[in-house]
């Protein structure tokens, strides 16, 4: 019987030595350096549904129901905060993107982003005044970025932050009806560009090895179906509205959220 | 650094296993277990990696009552399914995980048996643009040791049939990385378990009870496995196994005995972690009802297993498992 004892302490010794030393803290990530990409893909989606254009049906808490036949959107001014709370703010001439679901447009890729874990993101959801107030010739590339992508209106009304389109139906309008949801900031009376800051579920760490994803779930049922509920059936054209507009610029920038974050070498989604 | 580390610790199991088998000698005479053993059931526990068990070899059958010494092949067969994206309507990719293992317990004393199993996999999945993915090779080889801690006596079961037998084996083991990790296999949202191997040296401990009464018992199995972290950072989470079955041993006229079996199995995985750090949607459970049968003939011995879901909440919802089935035949030694 007490060999049996001993026997039995020797395996649980055992047994403690082995948890106790298989535990792994050479955690060879600490010292990162150099400088890489950061990916940030923009998937959308409709109350957690992905967003399939012309094909599906979303019905959302107004009791609308909408096919969606276009979703583009302009994203800029990132800037990316690291554990510490370092911000490092990307270029501001190279930081205007479109979004957009027709075009295939969903991956934004930053670079020569410096080594680093980063924990928190912000970004513009338009074109802020400072950019616009530049001129149609301080705009880059990006002017003919954004009216290939039906994101201007002309130069003088400016660019259109937020593009979405399709048809619905409603309790009170039973046939497909056309909807059109152009959001800017109309010149520069009135000002929709917002900006958003994202809480990362998980470090996104860069150095000459490491190429992290932001995989951001966008959900596109804030647009209506957000803060301020907007009604299609009382304007199925919302463009230039100094009531509707800036409620769906506020709703618009509740739409991001980062679903989670990929670290590794890259070429991942 | 690290791999000479786990070396020293397989090393250390085994050497805990030879250890403990030259303490065992002094004891004297101790038979097997029970008469009916070597026509009882060969239960094998499936320990998978994550959910997905493409990389743990598939699994780790203790052959917890077979009291003899084999080496056999057997066929496993995992079918899965896992969401390709992260919403609702996300399509589901079907996944195959096939396994051809060789497999056998070996004497080293009468109480202390080592088992071996060296798998081959090959699995495929198909993408909801009916696109296809094959990886093949050999996994992760497992050695593991067991020491027979408790047995009750035969002979004083020969004068009492109708007297409780109980046997209970503790054990440990390790797996080491040989099958071959593929990173790019684990990104995005599919199934990260896709993999022929883990990449990492990992640790378990189990045990194992057994209680016989005449030609009918029931087996416990509680084990538990250490995972490490892969030369790529990537760490599966450490993963608890258990089961429950009966059985019962019928003999026909032709010297061929039938074992059927029932039970429950079930898994429950840590999340596994990346760079240090927490991957979401990576921890689960899963509950299993399963059923088996085993028949032998002098010392060919055929059986079938397979394990169908009662519960489970795998990666969040986005891996499901369908069901797990295994065909073997061993050869006593």
């Not at chain 2, 010297?255 to 979401?280: H, T």
């Not at chain 2, 169908?308 to 909440?313: D, E, G, K, T, V």
């Amino acid at each position: 019987m007490k060999l049996i004892h001993i026997k039995l302490s020797i395996l649980v010794a055992a047994f403690i030595s082995l948890t106790s030393c298989s535990s792994d803290d050479d955690n060879n990530s600490d010292a990162l350096t150099g400088e890489n990409n950061v990916s940030l893909e923009f998937d959308n989606s409709m109350n957690g549904d992905d967003l399939i254009l012309g094909a599906s049906t979303y019905t959302n808490s107004n009791d609308e129901t909408l096919t969606i036949n276009r979703l583009n959107y302009i994203v800029s001014n990132f800037v990316l905060i690291d554990e510490e709370g370092n911000e490092f703010i990307y270029p501001k001439d190279e930081s205007y993107f479109v979004i957009s679901e027709e075009n295939a447009l969903n991956e934004v890729v930053l670079t020569n982003i410096p080594a680093g874990k980063y924990v928190q993101m912000r970004f513009g959801v338009g074109v802020d005044q400072e950019k616009y107030q530049q001129g149609a010739e301080g705009q880059g590339d990006f002017l003919q970025i954004a009216e290939e992508n039906n994101m201007m209106w002309a130069w003088q009304a400016g660019y259109k932050f937020l593009n979405f389109e399709g048809t619905f139906t409603a309790p009170s309008i039973a046939s497909s009806t056309d909807f059109k949801i152009h959001m800017g900031s109309h010149g520069s009376t009135l000002d929709n560009y917002k900006e958003v800051t994202v809480n990362l579920p998980s470090t996104a760490m860069v150095s000459d090895e490491m190429t992290p994803l932001i995989h951001l779930e966008v959900d596109a049922n804030q647009i209506l179906d957000g803060e301020h509920k907007i009604y299609l059936s009382e304007a199925p054209v919302v463009m230039v509205d100094e009531v509707k507009s800036p409620q769906i610029a506020e709703n618009t920038s509740t739409m991001f959220e980062v679903h989670h974050v990929h670290n590794g070498e890259g070429g991942h989604h | 650094m690290k791999d000479l580390q786990n070396i020293k610790f397989s090393f250390f199991i085994l050497f805990l296993g030879f250890t403990l088998s030259l303490w065992s000698k002094p004891l004297g005479k101790v038979e097997d277990t029970l008469p009916t053993t070597s026509q009882r059931q060969v239960y094998f526990f499936e320990d998978c990696d994550v959910c997905g068990c493409s990389g743990n070899g598939g699994s780790m059958g203790y052959g917890g009552n077979l009291t003899n010494n084999f080496i056999g092949v057997r066929y496993l067969k995992q079918s899965y399914k896992s969401r390709d994206g992260i919403f609702n309507n996300s399509p589901w990719v079907d996944e195959n995980f096939n396994t051809l293992q060789l497999w056998s317990k070996i004497p080293v004393t009468e109480k202390v048996s080592v088992h071996a199993i060296v798998p081959y996999h090959f699995h495929d999945r198909e993408f909801g643009d009916n696109s296809t993915q094959k990886i093949n090779g050999i996994g992760d080889i497992s050695v593991l040791a067991f020491y027979k801690l408790i047995q009750t006596n035969k002979d004083s079961l020969m004068l009492n049939p109708d007297k409780l037998a109980h046997t209970l084996r503790v054990g440990g083991g390790v797996k080491a990385p040989t099958g071959n990790y593929e990173k790019d296999n684990n990104a995005g949202s599919v199934n990260p378990s896709f993999q022929v191997g883990t990449g990492s040296w990992d640790y378990t401990v189990g045990l194992d009870y057994n209680l016989g009464y005449r030609t009918y018992g029931a087996n416990v199995l509680l084990n538990y496995t250490f995972k490490t972290e892969n030369d790529l950072n990537y760490h599966f989470g450490n993963q608890t196994n258990y089961g429950l079955s009966f059985f019962g041993s019928f003999n026909s006229q032709n010297a061929v005995s039938i074992s059927p079996s029932l039970g429950i199995a079930g898994e429950i995985f840590e999340e596994n972690e990346q760079y240090g750090e927490a991957v979401v949607n990576t921890k689960g459970d899963v509950l299993f009802s399963q059923l088996g049968i085993h028949t032998t003939y002098k010392k060919w011995s055929v059986g079938a297993n397979v394990m169908l879901p009662i519960h489970q909440n795998l990666n969040s919802g986005l891996v499901e498992v369908n069901y797990r089935t295994a065909v073997y035949v061993n050869f006593s030694i």
